[in-house]
């Protein structure tokens, strides 16, 4: 059985970091693209970053790009997200997702499994 397991998240204020991690079970991690997700109250789904299962293509969202990274450690079978300088609206509930293919991608709909995901509130 596959399961994406997310932590890190938090209550933090305006310019603080945090570091979400997502931990991958049941599925070969190192075959998988990656992706953050998040979802505010009453937004839809959106992208935040993606890694591609050899490292080499990445991709943010123009919100995030400059202050989140994120990076893969195959060996432990996770994914992160440094988030640095975090804004109020970079508040939501934080997603992780895994999907085959050889390019990341920023559709959701694309992606095979997700995770339960992780709140990360920022305060102003």
Not at 29 to 38: A, L
Not at 66 to 86: C, E, P, W
Not at 90 to 119: E, M
Request: aromatic content about 12%; charged content about 20%.
């Amino acid at each position: 059985q596959v399961q994406l397991v997310e932590s890190g998240g938090g209550l933090v204020q305006a310019g603080a970091s945090l570091r979400l991690a997502c931990g991958a079970f049941g599925l070969p991690f190192s075959r998988y693209d990656m992706g953050w997700f998040r979802q505010a109250p009453g937004k839809e789904r959106e992208f935040v970053a993606a890694i591609s299962w050899s490292g080499p293509i990445i991709d943010y969202a123009d919100s995030v790009k400059g202050r989140f990274t994120i990076s893969r450690d195959n060996a432990k079978n996770t994914v992160y997200l440094q988030m640095n300088s975090l804004k109020p609206e970079d508040t939501a509930v934080y997603y992780c997702g895994a999907r085959t293919g050889s390019l990341v991608s920023r559709n959701q709909h694309v992606y095979d499994y997700w995770g339960q995901g992780t709140q990360v509130t920022v305060s102003s």
